[in-house]
């Protein structure tokens, strides 16, 4: 399904002109970044309902304030609405939406898409053709199982260009019965597809099917009278039968392929778990944490929207559809959902008359016990992240003490701001300042500076000024003693760039009176740190935990002031194009932009729809049309 419906985009001060149909609307900050994305049955109720949250919920408070122009796109119907959204999120991944982040931790077996399959260990999903199983606890538990299987259907782990034409040197692999040596033709292409195929069985979980097949294979052996040949396989058997007794088996008598998949919550953190049954067993399980869900989202809302992003992601692309998704409760918009999910399936593996049906039913005791078993994981991931986040802690901690010895400061710096200058030859320069609270980045304190005194390239003089207006705050809101506590000083303050810069601010900081906050600055180049009346500056190694938080900081700023500076630049060159066009006022600008959303929009557009959009004579609109496209 495509679309091709131009997105319009209306100002937060027109928003009661939004219209009430159905479609999907994209909430943008006032540098143009969709920062939320949704559908809505009225996209006019719903954008209106983002600027009146709730008083218990911060995470959309915070979006309140974010939103400065909303894009909207009117769909004919629900299914059209719910897969251009999920479009959209997986494009523009919005700040304040659902996402996933993905466990990378965790390896997988891949058997490639080749003339020659080849079989190896790897924790990255590429859409190649290639199938996946997994994930494994670890690496050396995924290699254990390739090494065993290995002997048993002997495929080819290397990396020759294999076209089943060319002949190579056989390798070590095929003197001790790991590989066939397709390589040098020592195998057939229908014997070696042959073990590629029951490798796939076994780590598919199909334990009976490949049972069967060996059984079959056996018994043609010996009847062929090829007995050493019908020992092996005999042996093969025993073996992969007293493998299968050590799987897990979840239910018994089940002919359909389930996934199983829920949520848990603990306070503000939120853990999704997608188990995979094959014929009664676990035959894989991913495992994620769901970032940007506001407290107040209903358990439904997430587990929907976990849903909708997983099965368009590689991971999941990787895998056979089941038949059916088994959830712990219904959902809203259920029916919907397996309409997007039936479409995917169509267009990714052609199987028309394979249908995917979500089942929230409490009836069924093996879904009961499913569904037990993968809410018991999902609460594990909680907890591996409680203590992932302990760890972290614990290293940006030792990072900066390791920081307070090599500065020789007073104490450990817990509160760090950084300070950056974006600009193009002086033109719309801003100032950034990043903050780090205990070694991690606390965004609700960054600040933007639009510098307003200093015309042309001067960046020492628009770092004093943004230095001189954050430090002249602070001590504004020190002098107002307010009941809530003031904004805390930094124990150590960062400068990007080198010794001219670091001068600047320290001159600004004393001339307003502040003393005694360390000061460095941290040039690019060659991340040098320059100190105060120190006439070298300090090189710390790669490796160095302090430099790494130093360059994570100084990086953050340059990002942040990045972005607000392409967005002040490019508000100024939409105004400016269409202001320096006679005929058109403020209210033909605002309908126009409204309207068509960009200027690029308005550039590939006809004089009949400018006309109509802008309520002008086609003439004007004509003269409009050509002063864009000079």
């Known amino acids: 399904m495509s679309f091709r419906q131009q997105a319009v985009s209306t100002p937060q001060s027109n928003f009661d002109r939004l219209p009430t149909q159905a479609g999907v609307y994209i909430l943008k900050n006032g540098g143009g970044t969709p920062v939320y994305i949704g559908k809505a049955t009225s996209i006019k109720s ?46 523009f991944k919005p700040r304040y939406n659902i996402r996933l982040k993905d466990d990378k931790s965790y390896p997988y077996i891949k058997i490639t898409n080749e003339i020659y399959p080849r079989v190896y260990v790897t924790r990255q999903i590429v ?67 042959l073990d590629v195929s029951k490798f796939q069985l076994f780590l598919e979980g199909k334990l009976v099917e490949l049972s069967k097949q060996m059984y079959s294979d ?14 092996k396989i005999r042996d093969e058997i025993r073996s992969l039968e007293t493998t299968a007794l050590k799987q897990r088996i979840v239910f018994r008598g089940q002919k359909r392929d389930k996934d199983v998949l829920t949520i848990a919550r603990e306070r503000e953190a939120i853990a999704a778990i997608a188990f995979h049954i094959r014929e009664g067993n676990v035959v894989g399980r991913d495992k994620f944490v769901l970032e940007g869900a506001s407290p107040s989202s209903k358990d439904g809302e997430i587990l929907s929207a976990f849903i909708k992003q997983y099965y368009g992601s590689s991971t999941a692309q990787a895998l056979e559809m089941p038949d059916e998704l088994v959830v712990p409760f219904s959902l809203e918009d259920e029916k919907d959902i397996e309409l997007l ?73 817990k509160r760090i701001e950084c300070f950056d200058i974006s600009n193009i030859h002086g033109d719309e320069a801003v100032g950034a300042m990043t903050v ?41 809101e020190n002098s107002k003693q307010k009941k809530n506590g003031c904004e805390e000083p930094p124990n150590l303050v960062v400068i990007d760039g080198g010794k001219g810069q670091l001068n600047a601010a320290l001159m600004q900081m004393h001339k307003d009176g502040i003393f005694g906050v360390p000061t460095i600055s941290l040039a690019k180049r060659e991340e040098e740190i320059f100190l105060p ?25 340059h990002r ?43 550039r590939n557009s006809t004089p009949d729809e400018i006309a109509q959009a802008g309520s002008m004579s086609r003439k004007v609109a004509q003269v409009i049309l050509a002063s864009l496209n000079q």
């Not at 919920?57 to 299914?79: H, M, R």
């Not at 020492?460 to 504004?476: D, V």
């Open 533 to 557: 009346k120190k006439a070298f500056p300090i090189r710390l190694g790669k490796e160095s935990e302090a430099l790494h938080i130093l360059q994570h900081i100084r990086d953050e700023a």
């Open 341 to 413: 999910l039936n479409a995917e399936l169509e267009k990714n593996q052609g199987k028309e008359e394979k249908k995917i049906k979500i089942s929230s039913s409490s009836h069924s005791p093996e879904n009961l016990s499913l569904l037990k078993l993968a809410q018991e994981n999902a609460l594990l991931v909680l907890k591996e992240e409680e203590s992932k986040g302990e760890v972290r802690k614990r290293e940006r901690l030792r990072a900066l003490k390791e920081l307070k010895e090599i500065l020789n400061l007073d104490r450990i710096p």
């Open 560 to 602: 942040f002031g990045i972005t607000y500076h392409r967005g002040l630049r490019g508000r100024k060159m939409t105004e400016s194009l269409l202001d320096s066009i006679e005929g058109v006022g403020e209210k033909r600008k605002r309908n126009l932009l409204s309207h068509f959303g960009s200027i690029d929009a308005i």
């Open 436 to 476: 780090f609270m205990n070694g991690f980045p606390e965004r609700k304190s960054y600040r933007k500076f639009r510098i307003k005194t200093v015309n042309g390239i001067d960046d020492y003089s628009m770092m004093q000024e943004m230095i001189g207006r954050r430090f002249r705050r602070l001590l504004e």
């Open 46 to 91: 719903r954008i209106l309902a983002h600027l009146r949250p709730r008083f218990d919920d911060p995470v959309g408070s915070s979006l309140k304030d974010q939103i400065d122009s909303a894009d909207y796109i009117i769909t004919q119907t629900p299914i059209e609405a719910l897969i251009l959204e999920n479009v959209l999120i997986k494009r």
């Open 127 to 193: 859409e190649d053709g290639s199938k996946y199983f997994g994930p494994y606890g670890n690496v050396r538990a995924a290699k254990r199982s390739v090494k065993y299987l290995r002997k048993l259907f002997p495929i080819r782990a290397c990396t020759l260009p294999l076209n089943g034409i060319k002949k190579f040197k056989s390798c070590i692999d095929y003197n001790i019965g790991l590989c066939n040596a397709p390589c040098i033709f020592a195998v057939s292409k229908k014997e070696y597809d």
């Open 218 to 231: 056996m018994w043609r052996a010996s009847k062929a009278q090829d007995y050493e040949k019908a020992s």
